[in-house]
């Protein structure tokens, strides 16, 4: 049986601060509590339909990823447990909070997206295709979608504020907020993705690409926003994993990949989804969950 689907929140006990595509920010003294909502976007289009289960495998996913990092990597990551909040909550606000809150330390958000790349698939797949380059950089001539590079690539992306991000060339990163800010989070990125990509493969999934975002409480530098789920990032099964061939995936690449069948303009309003494609999309992110962490989210919240 689903949980409640929670398209929306409204938090009496807690300052609220803003909406983003999927979740719903608050503020309590001196955290900042993120409620994942079930809803999706895709081409920077929030969608009409909810996902449900998408909220909670977000931040359960989040969570475990926060909670597996080695200790030299700081994060915003405080807690999930509702009851680490310095506030008595409604049963009503419990009830809509419950599986899918994160509470984290605040921080200043880097305007840069690090993102990081295994695999020659999305806007690099499309980039490479035209002129043999990845965010300006060339690549070996010939390659097919899909296929394995040699090594993990930093490809680093603005944030926009309204319309689509956009790669952009290391130098540029460099130019826009230091170069030895630039060099410290390319590292990072680099680092916190082979980890996760080898835990990854020890579960049966290729971790293809992945986006981290940053940000900055004084001279610390810290991960923030969702971390490695299924959003924000692409799974592949190994078994099923083809270079050349779409490969199965446990992400939200398969709505992508629905709305590119459709006669859509990639501009609002998004079409409504079918039924098959919602049910579909919330079995692909629970199975993610699964995978990565060997238990079943159903059984863990109610």
Known sequence: M?????????????????RGKVRD??????YLVLVATDRIS?????????????????TQISRFWFESLPKDFPTHYVSTCLEDLPVSLSMNSRRIMEGRTMICRTAEPIPVECVVRRYLAGSAWKEYKKSGTVCGEPLPAGLPEYEKL??????????????????ISFEKMKSSIGADLASRLKE????IFSFAS???????????????????????VMLIDELLTPDSSRYWSINDYRPG???PSFDKQFIRDYLLSLKWDQQPPAPVLEERIVSATTARYLEAYRILTGVSLEAQIP
């Open 150 to 167: 040699d090594q993990p690539i930093f490809t680093p992306a603005t944030k926009a504020s309204t319309g689509h991000d956009e790669n």
């Open 188 to 191: 990072t990125s680099l680092r």
């Open 42 to 58: 895709a081409f920077d289009c929030v969608l009409p339909n909810p996902i449900p289960w998408k909220g909670q495998v977000l």
């Open 2 to 18: 689903s949980p409640e689907v929670v398209v929306s929140t409204h938090i009496s006990e807690l300052s609220f601060i803003g």
């Open 25 to 30: 920010i608050y503020r309590i003294q001196d």
């Open 245 to 247: 061939h779409v490969p």
């Open 198 to 220: 080898e835990y990854a493969q020890s579960r049966g999934l290729l971790l293809a690409d992945t986006k981290f975002e940053f940000g900055a409480m004084g001279d610390q």
